[in-house]
């Protein structure tokens, strides 16, 4: 199957700091790549669906200055959580979707705490 | 045992035994459906997708049905494993016109506990 790499997979930082989270596709070419977050005992929520090459598209209500989404490449999406403040602490999940694909193939996760 | 109603949160079953999770969607026509597993701490893996154009698909211990008539689907687990234990999610995507095509669409889950 399709292979998500997410990195890091916990990260702590102080309140004020930038942190950048890695989204790869390991062994097939995401034209699209998709950040979400995840409260406890919630459903995922998406935040934004990125293109590469493109400009991302965020959801609403999803603050772009604050989680800047670059997606350079076929392989490769980040997203920068800019200016960090405890209530950015949550859990960051990106997936990857083939060209013409239906199937989204999750990376393992990112736990973000906030001091 | 066999969840019942939407948005049950949580499913408790016997380890050996069947599992059946429902999930319940709006739109008549929603044509394709994934189902994702996700353990604790870890992002949701794929593990069965669906057309409507049939109503039952079968995978490795995994049976999904489609029932367009009602707008209903669910997963079951044959002989349930501890490893099992997880929340699943049924999804759909979504076709948006702008902004990078389908965006999916997640259920509210299911948390699947497994009594030794």
């Known amino acids: 199957g399709a292979v998500v790499s997410q990195h890091p997979s916990r990260v702590i930082c102080k309140s004020g700091t930038s942190v950048k989270i890695e989204c790869r596709s390991l062994?097939?070419?995401?034209?699209?790549m998709f950040w979400y977050r995840q409260f406890p005992k919630k459903s995922l929520m998406l935040m934004a669906t990125s293109n590469e090459g493109s400009k991302a598209t965020y959801e609403q209500g999803v603050e772009k200055d604050k989680f800047l989404i670059n997606h350079a490449s076929l392989t490769l999406s980040t997203l920068t959580v800019t200016s960090a403040h405890p209530e950015d602490s949550s859990f960051y999940i990106c997936?990857?979707?083939?060209?013409?694909?239906?199937?989204?193939?999750f990376g393992a996760g990112t736990r973000l705490s906030v001091l | 045992g066999e969840s019942v109603g939407l948005h049950l949160p949580t499913l408790s079953v016997q380890e050996g035994d069947n599992s059946i999770i429902n999930c319940a969607y709006s739109?008549?026509?929603?044509?394709?459906f994934i189902w994702y597993k996700q353990e604790s701490g870890k992002g949701p893996q794929f593990i069965i997708d669906i057309r409507s154009n049939m109503d039952k698909r079968q995978g490795q211990r995994v049976t999904v049905l489609l029932n367009k008539t009602v707008k209903h689907l669910s997963l079951q687990i044959a002989a349930t494993q501890p490893g099992d234990s997880a929340v699943y999610f049924c999804?759909?995507?979504?076709?948006?016109?702008?902004?990078?095509?389908?965006?999916?669409?997640f259920g509210t889950g299911t948390q699947l506990k497994v009594e030794l």
């Open positions: 999804a759909e995507p979504l076709f948006r016109f702008t902004g990078g095509g389908n965006k999916l669409t």
């Open positions: 739109n008549s026509a929603s044509d394709y």
């Open positions: 997936s990857a979707r083939s060209a013409g694909g239906n199937i989204q193939y």
């Open positions: 062994d097939f070419q995401a034209t699209t």
